[in-house]
């Protein structure tokens, strides 16, 4: 026999789907994951990527928070052992402000930013007494 002939492109008829595409609307009202059918009320499960960013984040946040707390006992025993000298880590340095709708990454970001402006007077103020 002959091999089957190839039909030409322009006599195929569109293919038709059984099931129409879904609206706009109705794909913005139903987020849509890998097992998601009939759960709309719950979020995407996280992936090991979101978990591990989360965790490192909260880790930065202790470490800030740890900082923070070393500083301000620092200041309270040099206040104690020097009376009357001014160990304030208070500064002028200008620090950004934070964007519009601000993340907790911003958050931090800005907070560790004046932090570090705070122990750098503080360095500063230990060495002039």
Partial sequence: GHPPAVPNPA?????????????????????SYPGSAGLTNHPPPRSSLSIEQHMRLEEAYEQFRSLEK??????????????????????????????????????????????????????GRMEKL
């Fill in 11 to 31: 006599k195929v008829p569109p293919p038709t789907f059984s099931v129409p595409p879904p609206t706009f609307a109705a794909a913005a009202a139903v987020p």
């Fill in 70 to 123: 070393e500083r301000k006992k620092t200041e309270a025993a040099l206040a104690r052992q020097f009376p009357g000298k001014k160990v304030s880590s208070h500064n002028s340095v200008i620090i950004p402000r934070l964007p519009p709708n601000p993340t907790r990454i911003d958050k931090l970001v800005i907070d560790n930013l004046r932090e570090h402006a705070r122990a750098v007077m503080l360095v």
